[in-house]
């Protein structure tokens, strides 16, 4: 379901009036939380997709690494996790399967979660993901509406997931590229949420499946700030400009663009291949942290002014 049927659907939910749900669903922030009555609250998200590489273990690691995001992304620790798998049992041998899980399972340690159980269905489309349940200090929560004219905006991870893994679909990308998009995809982002708390953050996103712009074009609007991106200051992996030159861009990407409308806006000094990159799908990216003080070792892309709500790429 692409960004504008989603929002359509959504339209049609009633509100939620219960006082405890902190971050519900109407500024399409990362996870749900609610307050507990010991003072925590809970962050709740899901999310599963197909396979985007060939190695089961490195899907599996991908899949939870992409799942966790969303619970760091809201400045908590994941604590449980429900697997969610769709496979056919006949098309590929039970060890395929399982390293898919392994791949999860090894993930999920790693974040200091606990795999609860999960869930299965048989479909001949493959499908793997996680229910998440973390914990988080309302007090030092994250949340996409908190930005002010004058937060810097800090990327933890290169762009061009989506790009290097449809080159890869299509035996056309290079394999030291595909190997660095792995492993940055398999980074869980527990060290970029530590980041954005020592810096005194109060805004941060994840950057998904709606790419860059999608992501940050919900923060600008929830938050009622301009965001302004420098196109020279976006970290990149290797060779993606090449592969976005040679036509290995996504779907996912052309409806993002379609989505974000006069939203977006780019200067008319760029090359083409920006509007391409920066509505790119990505799949366990990294975090945008928001913030006046310098988290090291993340990439200052832009700022937030005062303005009407949209994105502005120069």
Known sequence: MGPTQLAEVLRHLPRTLNPNLLVGFETSDDAGVFRLPTGQALVQ?????????????????IAAA??????????????????????????????????????AYDKTTEAGAVVAGGHSVQDSEPKFGMAVTGLVDPERMLTNDRAQPGDQIWLTKPLGTGILTTAAKRDAADPEALRLAIETMATLNRAAKDLALSVGARCATDITGFGLAGHLWNVARASGVQIVLQADALPLLPTVVAMIEAGMTTGGGRKNREFLGEKLALGPALPVWMADLVVDPQTSGGLAVFSREVPPGAALIGECRAGEAGILVQ
């Open 45 to 61: 998200t899901v999310d599963f997709f197909t396979p985007i590489v060939d190695d089961p273990y490195a899907y599996g690691q």
């Open 66 to 103: 992409n799942a966790l995001s969303d619970v760091y992304a809201m400045g908590g620790d994941p604590i449980t996790v429900l697997n969610i798998a769709c496979f056919d049992p006949t098309a590929q041998p039970p060890e395929v399967w399982a390293e898919v899980l392994r791949g």
